[in-house]
């Protein structure tokens, strides 16, 4: 490559959106650090959520992300800077809310009151508001006093 061509690409990944690096993540499983545009993360974003959507598997947000080779928290920390991110992320939850509610309906409909709080947000609020009723119901609850009394008719023997 000429000093010329140089030139261009240098222009090129300083200038351009689509090329301008963005961020950097290093491969879970290669530990090699990979450059990304802005562009880039959004379409990784579209295919994660796509994942969601179409994948009769996609049982866990984390699934795609990972065998991507993208760290997790790599991700998290991009739901922190991006709202694109963040609203990806809540769409694929969304999305696995639907399929999990599904399958603990069809199989075992006892433990949807334990994990779908963590993917929907009306679980969640009527999980809240259970314990929160029973909790008062304790606070409002008087305590049994047992008072035993001895039989008066025996004599002290």
Known sequence: MNEDDKEIVKH??????KYKVQEFYRNVVTRKEH???MNWILAFIEQWVRWAREDEKALNPSYYVQYAGVPWKTLMTWCEKYPEVKEAYDEVKSFIALRREQRYIETNSSALAFMMPHYDQDYKSQHEWRSNLRKSEQVEQKQNITVIIPDMEKKDE
Do not use: F, H, K
Not at 12 to 17: D, Y
């Open 12 to 17: 090129i990944a300083q200038v351009s959106e």
């Open 35 to 37: 450059p990304v545009s």
